[in-house]
């Protein structure tokens, strides 16, 4: 599991949540590098965070859509904003989940599950 937050506190709870879910987690504090450890580290599935400053994690995900390789990664994108703000960033994106961090200790790791789970079914 990728985990992308330029916030330490924030990556390390979202790495937190995701380790005690079973998952061996990737912890990132930017995109920089992310393609590099989805192709070598069997990744199943990503957590990125809408705003940060080197890249957005939407406009990563609409990056990453684009490479064959790494296209059909599950994703979920993650924010401090409104959960209507974080669904209008990832409306565009397809196969693209979302949580906000005021709800990530009840929907975080299911919500990753489910993603995982969908890109297997398909």
Same mark, same amino acid.
């Given at each position: 599991? +990728?985990?992308? &937050?330029?916030d330490e506190?924030?990556?390390?709870? $979202?790495? &937190?949540?995701?380790?005690?879910?079973?998952?061996?987690v990737?912890?990132?504090?930017?995109?920089i590098?992310?393609?590099q450890? $989805?192709?070598t580290q069997?990744i199943?599935? @990503?957590?990125?965070?809408?705003n940060?400053?080197?890249m957005?994690?939407?406009?990563?995900i609409? +990056?990453?859509?684009?490479w064959?390789r $790494?296209r059909?990664?599950?994703?979920?994108?993650?924010?401090?904003?409104a959960?209507?703000?974080?669904?209008e960033?990832?409306?565009?994106?397809?196969?693209? @989940?979302?949580?906000?961090? @005021?709800q990530m200790?009840?929907?975080?790791?299911?919500t990753?599950?489910? @993603?995982?789970?969908?890109? +297997?079914?398909?």
């Amino acid at each position: 599991m +990728l985990v992308i &937050d330029d916030d330490e506190i924030a990556r390390q709870a $979202i790495s &937190d949540l995701l380790h005690n879910g079973g998952y061996a987690v990737h912890p990132l504090a930017s995109p920089i590098g992310a393609t590099q450890i $989805i192709a070598t580290q069997g990744i199943a599935a @990503a957590v990125i965070d809408l705003n940060m400053p080197i890249m957005s994690g939407d406009r990563f995900i609409a +990056l990453i859509r684009t490479w064959d390789r $790494i296209r059909d990664l599950p994703v979920v994108l993650i924010s401090g904003e409104a959960t209507e703000t974080v669904r209008e960033a990832a409306m565009h994106l397809p196969g693209v @989940a979302v949580v906000t961090k @005021a709800q990530m200790n009840e929907q975080l790791v299911a919500t990753v599950g489910k @993603a995982a789970d969908d890109k +297997l079914t398909v």
